[in-house]
Nanobody
Framework: QVQLVESGGGLVQPGGSLRLSCAAS????????MAWFRQAPGKEREFVAA??????GYADSVKGRFTISRDNAKNTVYLQMNSLKPEDTAVYYC?????????????????WGQGTQVTVSS
């Protein structure tokens, strides 16, 4: 079992930055593909970014603005979010799957965090 705990959400003005963190339990963190998804009010949960090993992938809507990274020594994955827009407002979820590759579908992940709220507003 893997437990995931997100942190770092909050209120930020348009154009600002936030860094989300996702701390994972377990001793084999490096063997997990990790991802970030988000869900805005009234909308379906959507893929944001993922990584496994040195390979990363991003949704077109965040490409060039968001960066996913991980520190295997700290069992933590990060999402650096720059140039934030009001449409980035959502609950952001961390997800994990024991795999050597990353995926972009919700159904591909079997471990989820509780989410952290990100609000972009002036």
């Amino acid at each position: 079992q893997v437990q995931l705990v997100e942190s770092g959400g909050g209120l930020v003005q348009p154009g600002g930055s936030l860094r989300l963190s996702c701390a994972a339990s377990g001793r084999t963190f490096s063997s997990y593909g990790m991802a970030w998804f988000r869900q805005a009010p009234g909308k379906e949960r959507e893929f944001v970014a993922a990584m496994s090993g040195d390979s990363t992938g991003y949704a077109d809507s965040v490409k060039g603005r968001f960066t996913i990274s991980r520190d295997n020594a700290k069992n933590t994955v990060y999402l650096q979010m720059n140039s934030l827009k009001p449409e980035d407002t959502a609950v952001y979820y961390c997800a994990a799957r024991h795999s050597s590759r990353w995926y972009s579908r919700i159904s591909d992940y079997n471990y989820w965090g509780q989410g952290t709220q990100v609000t972009v507003s002036s």
